[in-house]
């Protein structure tokens, strides 16, 4: 039942994946400051941004978990954090080779976004150690829920902190609310964090029909007494 | 005097006999605060500190030795069977949080009015920076003892025990101390102490200490829940 839409999902996804990237080439104009380099800009802050509202949304589905205690929601969860945590690797190392292009060095501590998604970034990766560490698989969900409403309220805190801990002394190189950018620019901004938006529903989405598939696989063999091959996965929950 | 308030000293008072009687947790806290700075001393090769390098010895070494009391926090209860106990009483399970909490904020004050004057006489120059350092510190502590509470309680029920609980405090209080360092760093700055933007550092580790006191208000029930 997972599988439902998936495949215009999937469609919808590369085909606004392919206009994004044609609009970032051969539509959108050099930046006059960084040249062809700032092209990665249109990658690495929807990838930015798609990972933070992620790791928010993993916090709503955790708190839906613990208010009705159906475990669907604690499935929603860690998939929703996990597919946040890879792109959170996508947008240090993206935003990596922005820093060494453009200020000349690979991390730049001034930098309170750089810093802040690194602190961020940490936290969550702790979310499977943590989970993992719990072996009772109602109570691992019930506390990987804490822990993700724990993280959800974490991260605009640890922004403002850091944002404040730092004298602002560096440019912005965007200014909020992409008040700098424009026409060409923000419209395919838009299209990007639209593409990537997509991306990351049909990847959550994928994971949960792969994960519902072998739970009834799981299922069927029990039911047909067929032993299951090699040591299931205890760890990730099951979708029913 | 109300039912919850009944448990809520009963609970505290439980946990200061218990740690009055074996001391298990504030001597090696205080212990462990004293040899780091002594390592300090060594590593950075200095005989005296101040500014970011003196906020960040002492909020590093305070956090370090918090961790050692976090992770005994619930020890107990769960080998002497105490987590079942609650579960058993018909008693509000968010007061358990806020007695646990408040011993743990007893537990750092204890070992901060040990540390901080051993930290003084090892590498200030001047004792001018004590006074409004206590808010600081007492601001810090109610935000460690929130979080602690809330991390201390999940990592005893799982396999990996105190591993857990640095791991994933660590980040969880990286605005903590990048707030209480920066309120640190110009009360100890050479030359008398100095107030840059000290009442914003407050307000942010206020703001702190109340998210994460709600926080574990509010999620603390499905922790001990079986």
Known sequence: ?240 | MTSSRLVYMAILGKDLRAELRTLQSLPAMTLFAITTFVIFRFGLDRTSLSGSLAAGVLWATLLFAAILGINRLFVAEREEGGFDAIRLAPVDRTTVFAAKASALLVYLVALELVVVPVFAVFFLDSAAALLPLTLVLLLADLGLAATGTLISSMAVNSSARDLLTPLVLLPLVVPLMIAASGASEPLLALGGPGYHRFGTWLAVLGLYDLIFLLVGYAVFDFLLED
């Not at chain 1, 998939?79 to 060494?100: D, E, Q």
């Not at chain 1, 602190?119 to 993700?148: G, H, K, W």
């Not at chain 1, 909020?176 to 989405?205: C, D, H, Q, R, Y």
Request: aromatic share 14%; no cysteine.
């Open chain 1, 1 to 240: 039942m997972y599988g439902k839409g998936l495949r215009p999902l999937s469609i919808a996804t590369v085909a606004a994946l392919v206009a994004a990237l044609s609009l970032v080439f051969f539509y959108v104009p050099l930046d006059a400051d960084q040249g062809f380099i700032q092209k990665i800009f249109y990658l690495h802050v929807p990838l930015a941004i798609v990972a933070l509202v992620g790791f928010v949304v993993g916090g709503v589905f955790a708190i839906l978990h613990l208010r009705s205690g159906d475990s669907r929601w604690d499935a929603y969860s860690y998939v929703s954090i996990h597919m946040s945590v890879i792109f959170g690797v996508a947008v240090l190392i993206t935003g990596s080779i922005w820093a060494k292009a453009s200020w000349g060095h690979w991390w730049v501590w001034d930098e309170p976004t750089l810093v802040s998604f690194l602190i961020v970034f940490l936290m969550y990766a702790t979310y499977y150690p943590f989970r993992y560490a719990i072996e009772d698989r109602e109570r691992q969900a019930r506390y990987a829920s804490v822990f993700a409403i724990t993280a959800g309220a974490f991260v605009p805190l640890n922004f403002m902190a850091v944002r404040m801990a730092e004298s602002l002394v560096h440019p912005r190189t965007f200014g909020t609310a992409n008040g700098g950018l424009p026409g060409e620019m923000m419209f395919t901004f838009l299209i990007s964090l639209v593409a990537i938006g997509l991306l990351w529903t049909t990847l959550v989405k994928f994971e949960l029909t792969a994960k519902s598939a072998s739970g009834q696989l799981k299922r069927l063999r029990r039911a047909l007494d067929v032993p299951t091959p090699g040591g299931s996965s205890r760890v990730a929950p099951e979708v029913s």
